[in-house]
């Protein structure tokens, strides 16, 4: 189960809003890189987090290059879980790969900042703890839960010494 504070975000938010090319240099250092996550779409937002928050954003969400570390540093700033109308499919898979959950949710317009949020991968569940609505999505399948569950593909392999059946 996963439990946090919304952070309310736009449609068609783009690997380079999540970490923003001029930072480019900083690709092999993910720490440093995760302190400028999202900084051109709210300032000091990785300084303003709290470990276990949640990212509530429109359509597309991660459009862009390819950028696996886009995905990785949402993770390692401490964001727990990002759930939005749509994904771009290469980060889509990019964030299964490195273990942050990502839920599809239609209705993600009735989501405010701040809301206290709780979100049950396994069934399918969002619930506004703030506002007691629930919402439900298409459950995460088995296999993709199990590499979420190993935190990542690779951590996964490494346990495993193969890749879940699907």
């Keep these: 189960m996963i439990r946090g504070r919304a952070w309310k975000l736009g449609d068609d ?4 809003h ?7 240099h900083l690709r092999n250092d993910l ?15 990785a300084q303003k987090i ?13 459009l862009g290059s390819s950028r696996e570390h886009a995905a990785r540093i949402i993770k390692i700033a401490g964001i727990s879980c990002v759930i939005a109308k749509s994904f771009a499919r290469i980060f889509y898979r990019n964030a299964i790969n490195v ?5 599809e949710l239609k209705e993600t317009d009735e ?11 396994e069934r399918g569940v969002v619930r506004n703890l703030t506002t007691g609505r ?8 088995k296999f993709l839960l199990e590499i979420l569950k190993e935190d990542g593909i ?13």
């Design 13 to 16: 938010i783009s690997t380079d």
């Design 50 to 62: 709290n470990k276990g928050d949640v990212i509530v954003a429109g359509k597309n969400f991660g």
């Design 154 to 166: 690779v951590n996964y392999l490494k346990k495993h010494g193969t890749f879940p059946e699907v």
């Design 134 to 141: 629930e919402y439900r999505f298409t459950p995460i399948p």
């Design 111 to 121: 989501i405010n900042q701040g809301d206290e949020l709780e979100v049950d991968l």
């Design 99 to 103: 273990g942050l959950p990502l839920v």
């Design 31 to 45: 720490e440093k890189l995760a302190e400028h996550l999202l900084e051109d779409v709210i300032e000091g937002f």
């Design 18 to 24: 999540i970490a923003p090319g001029r930072y480019f």
